[in-house]
Each structure stands twice: as C-alpha cells, then as structure tokens.
C-alpha cells in the first residue's frame, strides 16, 4: 500500500529519507508541499483521488502549546473531514523540524567540527533552523545545511531516530503497513 508523506521543504523531505529506516520506506513516498496552505491541498487531493495513508509533518513555527494545538487543528479538521477512513497523521515539528540536530550535542559538534556556543544552543529552543544555518556559517566541516546529512553515521542516525517527532512518524507507518499485512492475509 502506498502511503505520502507531506513536508515543507527539499531539506525536510531529505532528512525524513535519511532518518527514516530503509524498511519503512518502501511504498511511501515523500513529497514537498511548500506552505501550509499547500501542504492541505495536497493531502486532501491524495486522500481524495489516491484513497492512501498521509501524514504530515510540518513546522509549527513556535513552542506556545495553545498556538501548536491551533495549528495541528486547523490542519486536522480540513483534511481529516475528507479522509474517511482513510489513515491520516498530523506531525508538528515544535517549531521547526531542525529541532532533532540539538537534542544530543555532541552529535552536533562533531558534524560541525566544533562546540557551537552556549548562547546559540539556547536560541536553538525558538529558532532551530535559524540556528543551525549559523552554526552551519562558522563551520570548516560543513558548507551548506543539506551537507550535514552526508556525514550523518549510522549511530548519528540512530541519535535522531530516537527523536519524539521521528518516533511519531515511525509508528504511524509501522500501524500503516501492519493494518495492510493483517488485509492481505
């Protein structure tokens, strides 16, 4: 059974791809979808024409847990009025998707070739990617954001396998795929 993820960006879909196991891969496709607004419409013309599994993963763009829950809802309501009984996952990334490079730091410093600056690592909590791109600047390792994940170990990705939004992600398509085995048998 075919199922798409959704995201924002080149750089989301990227990393979804590299973080993701292989195994969980086959059969879904990972689509950008640009802004919000894009994102729904999208969802809701494969839902429609396609009957397949979506989840969406998009960046939510704050921590207020009122303005998350708003956001998730909002995206929510519209696609899953559509869906039936099709299978529909809502992810925010809280607030950007960048957020799993800053959960283990040494990790990050070791991509980086350096130990980034406390001052940084504490803007990280609010601007993630902002974040990144300027550590990223002060690199000699790393020139460009989409690089990172070319010196991405296996253990790095292991690292941020483990991540909440990662964990989320994973067990929605470990459900899809049982629910279409258990169907075949």
Excluded: H
Aim: with cysteine; proline share 5%; net charge negative.
């Amino acid at each position: 059974m075919k199922v798409y993820i959704i995201c924002e960006g080149d750089f989301d879909a990227q990393l979804l791809k590299t973080v993701l196991p292989e195994n969980l891969l086959t059969d879904v496709g990972v689509v950008v979808g640009g802004k919000i607004y894009n994102i729904k419409s999208l969802a809701m013309s494969l839902i429609v024409s396609r009957r397949v599994p979506v989840l969406i993963v998009f960046d939510v763009g704050s921590s207020v847990p009122e303005l998350v829950e708003f956001r998730r809802q909002d995206i929510e309501e519209v696609v899953l009025w559509v869906a039936g009984k099709t299978p529909v996952k809502i992810v925010p990334a809280i607030p950007e998707i960048e957020t799993i490079f800053f959960q283990d730091v040494s990790l990050l410093e070791r991509l980086l070739g350096y130990t980034p600056p406390q001052n940084l690592l504490d803007r990280a909590v609010f601007l993630p990617k902002k974040v990144l791109e300027e550590l990223i600047a002060r690199s000699n390792i790393i020139q460009d954001i989409s690089e990172i994940l070319d010196r991405l170990t296996e253990e790095d990705i292991e690292i941020l396998r483990s991540a909440a939004i990662m964990q989320e992600i994973i067990q929605f398509l470990q459900s899809v795929r049982e629910t279409a085995e258990a169907t075949l048998i």
